[in-house]
């Protein structure tokens, strides 16, 4: 099992001053990942499931974030002949524009698997470089 190094619940300021994020001025749960795949799944009080799973690009730390919502009712089949949940999900941009919204999406291709990148800039055109060098866009 990995080990992690599990903090208490905390403010925002205490979890910046350790170094983490903060994001709104709620209760903040700082979590020190380790190294290579890892999933934090998480509850709401009325039984709302979400996932988490961090994820390398080889060995070492995560790179990339899959997040799931298990609880929308509705599924699509997946690549290993099972199901996979859909949701809905924006992303907001200056001026609170909605850049990406898939509410407006039709059943069967509504995301399954948000894919958050924890690439650097700097890296993300390494990556680019690479990737034009093999021919993939």
């Known amino acids: 099992m990995a080990d992690i190094h599990d903090l208490p619940v905390m403010t925002e300021a205490d979890a910046k001053a350790l170094g983490f994020a903060g994001f709104n001025n709620v209760p903040h749960k700082p979590i020190d990942l380790p190294d290579g795949p890892f999933t934090i799944t998480v509850k709401t009080s009325d039984g709302r499931r979400a996932t988490f799973c961090f994820m390398p690009y080889g060995d070492g730390p995560a790179r990339f974030v899959d997040i799931q919502f298990h609880d929308r009712g509705t599924s699509i089949p ?60």
Do not use: W, Y
């Open 78 to 137: 997946n690549a290993n002949g099972g199901q996979m949940p859909t949701f809905n999900s924006f992303c907001i941009t200056k001026g609170g524009r909605h850049i990406v919204d898939t509410r407006a999406l039709t059943e069967d291709i509504k995301p399954s698997i948000m894919v958050l990148l924890l690439d650097t800039a700097v890296e993300e055109q390494d990556r680019a470089a690479i990737l034009a060098g093999q021919g993939v866009t």
